[in-house]
């Protein structure tokens, strides 16, 4: 049968039979009409003969598909039981098509060669000749959706011409119903006014009442479009099920209500702010509201005021552009403190590890950590590159008191003594790919994290416990605190006093940023114990070699949008010092926002520096980067500082443009 198929596939015959009728009217210009009648007469025979063929043609084509496609066993004739075309790979010619093929498409039978093209302009056919049997895109015709599955025929001709058959499957009400199915899947979301205490305090019943009417009209007047379901849960929680297709309405506006609600102010002067967080996506309306939970929990680790979308598989982040405001309580650190000291009396060993390159924070609120484990008797190792950080200086100090002599040890140490009764404790990260040792921390069986940078989308987890509070300025100050509820005055040792004094002014670069009662209560508490002020400004000191070339970072500034100054460098430079001309970028008038960047190996290193409008975090997160509002950095990966700048120019403008 293939070697008759063969035989049946010709070309077209349009040129043919243009020339012969052009002859027969050459012949009847010259007056030469026996000749024209014999050629007109030849020509119409010709194609009389060429139609008959094409029926015969079609007749024993369509017997040969039915002889050989078990999915037309039911088919008669040529009367198949969906839309059917054979086509020649080579060139797209349509060889037939069934009247089904016909009649959606509009194509009639011509004797003329025509092209799958003329009815699909778009459609190619090499994944047919790939081997694959459904085509990769559908097909729309008269607002109808098709798709096409085919199956490719080895002519035995001479040529060897390669067929294909193309089935045509109608899925438009498949397609309706998986629409509507998506358009109308729930989304779960919980509504949380971030500052509620502050709003209410020492307000009297009937002012309380009317600032929950306000709060309460402002939030129904922006649901009201989405037509969804919303409840009141608690005085300041609540809960709204909507439909997946307006959650694009939302975004395109922005979560305009994150701006509406701050027109509610209390008599006391304070804005009222809220935080979103939604789930989609969830197999069941439990595990959507459970993505809802996570991400109203992760808004408020990030400082609160923004929308937080948890899907299957990732955060995504809208708002969070105002300046936090501290809303921690004391209650909750003497808690976490006590929770800490029983977590450490019932483990084996204590490991206390910050991130990489660890700086004086990180190992200010290590030392503070191990004063804890000390207080119950437990044996504390801080994990630590004494190769690779930014606290040489004082880790040569630590070293030296007898208490400290054999406590820092490095990551494989860590790993040789680490069992199942285990703890790890990670300070100033919340990050698992920024840590010390990030085997110790997939290892280790039970973890806890002390942070206060903005809580990123890979964070820590599991954690048994976890003091993770966005306001505070420091890792150092959240550990002091713990110490108040967690050991005496006396149990603290000199050195690591002075360490966390200085964690506490490196990060608030000497009390001028990020700074609230709560950081000098601190700094207070650990200047009670004898710290030297002096002794902490020396560990901040620089040598002239460093000073020369924090200020030749400096003169590579540029400035961009005004009031944002830029140094792209491209030599490597040192952590610290890039660090340090970032904060001194600041001291210039009319700087609010620095970054400075330069390569590291295969990356580029960024670090920024805010005391503006600028949400530096905000900024650098499409970057890969992390931290807080004020301070922020990032390691972009695989990436020169050419194109690393342009991606950066472009984050800061996205984030003013929006």
């Not at 895109?137 to 294909?164: E, F, K």
């Not at 590890?353 to 484990?373: E, F, R, S, T």
């Not at 004094?501 to 990060?507: E, K, M, N, S």
Request: a negative charge.
């Amino acid at each position: 049968m293939n070697k008759k198929l063969g035989r049946l596939i010709q070309p077209g015959m349009l040129l043919y039979f243009i020339i012969m009728f052009a002859f027969a009217s050459a012949a009847l210009l010259f007056d030469n009409f026996i000749l024209a009648a014999v050629e007109g007469g030849v020509s119409l025979l010709l194609l009389i003969y060429t139609q008959l063929r094409k029926v015969h043609r079609r007749k024993e084509i369509s017997a040969f598909i039915q002889s050989t496609t078990d999915t037309l066993e039911t088919a008669s004739k040529a009367n198949m039981p969906f839309p059917m075309a054979l086509i020649r790979l080579a060139d797209g010619e349509l060889i037939w098509q069934n009247p089904q093929f016909s009649r959606i498409t509009g194509l009639k039978d011509s004797i003329f060669e025509q092209k799958i093209t003329d009815v699909f302009p778009s459609f190619s056919t090499d994944w047919l000749a790939a081997g694959k049997q459904q085509c990769p895109s559908d097909v729309t015709i008269n607002h109808r959706r098709y798709r096409i599955y085919g199956t490719t025929i080895h002519a035995d001709d001479p040529d060897g011409t390669l067929l294909g058959t193309l089935y045509l499957s109608d899925l438009t009400e498949l397609y309706q119903v998986r629409d509507e199915y998506i358009r109308s899947r729930p989304i779960v979301s919980i509504i949380l006014i971030d500052n509620y205490e502050e709003l209410t305090k020492n307000l009297p019943e009937s002012a309380i009442s009317n600032l929950n009417a306000e709060l309460n009209d402002v939030i129904t007047h922006w649901i009201e479009s989405f037509h969804g379901l919303y409840r009141r849960l608690e005085r300041n929680r609540f809960l709204f099920v909507f439909e997946a297709h307006n959650l694009k309405q939302a975004i395109d506006g922005k979560f305009s209500l994150l701006d509406d609600i701050r027109q509610i102010v209390s008599p006391s002067g304070v804005a009222a702010t809220i935080s979103f967080g939604l789930g989609k996506d969830g197999a069941t309306f439990e595990e959507s509201y459970n993505f809802a939970a996570l991400s109203i929990e992760m808004a408020l680790s990030r400082g609160g005021d923004q929308a937080v979308i948890k899907d299957r598989y990732n955060f995504s982040f809208y708002g969070g552009r105002t300046k936090e405001t501290d809303h921690r309580s004391k209650v909750r650190s003497r808690v976490t403190a006590n929770s800490l000291s029983e977590l450490i009396g019932g483990s084996s060993h204590v490991f206390v590890m910050g991130h990489k390159n660890a700086d004086l924070d990180a190992v200010g609120a290590a030392l503070g950590i191990c004063c804890i484990c000390r207080k119950k008797g437990k044996k504390a190792n801080i994990v630590l590159d004494v190769e690779h950080n930014a606290a040489h200086r004082f880790i040569d100090e630590i070293r030296a008191v007898p208490e400290y002599s054999d406590v820092i040890i490095s990551d494989q140490e860590a790993l040789l003594l680490a069992d199942n009764k285990s703890l790890l404790v990670v300070v100033d990260t919340n990050r698992p790919d920024q840590v010390e040792c990030r085997s110790l921390l997939e290892s280790a069986p039970k973890v806890c994290v002390v942070d206060h940078h903005r809580r990123a989308a890979d964070y820590i987890k599991p954690v048994v416990v976890n003091l993770h509070e966005p306001y505070a300025s420091s890792a150092s100050e959240l550990v002091t605190e713990l110490l108040q509820y967690a050991v005496e005055k006396t149990d603290v040792l000199p050195i690591e006093a002075k360490g966390l004094l200085a964690g506490i002014v490196l990060d608030t670069k000497n009390f001028n940023v990020r700074t609230g009662e709560r950081t000098f209560e601190a700094a207070a508490f650990l200047r009670r114990l004898g710290v030297d002020t002096v002794d902490v400004k020396k560990l901040l000191q620089n040598d002239f070699q460093a000073t020369i070339a924090r200020y030749q970072i400096i003169k590579a500034a540029r400035l961009y949008r005004n009031e944002i100054a830029i140094a792209a460098l491209n030599t490597a430079a040192d952590r610290t010092i890039a660090a340090q001309a970032a904060d001194e970028l600041l001291n210039i008038e009319g700087i609010l926002t620095s970054f400075v960047m330069y390569p590291q190996d295969d990356q580029v290193i960024i670090s920024a520096r805010s005391i503006g409008n600028c949400n530096v975090q905000v900024v650098l997160e499409p970057l890969g980067g992390g931290g807080n509002a004020a301070t922020a950095g990032a390691q972009v990966k695989n990436c020169d500082v050419s194109a690393a700048l342009e991606r950066l120019m472009h984050s800061i403008n996205q984030y003013y443009e929006e």
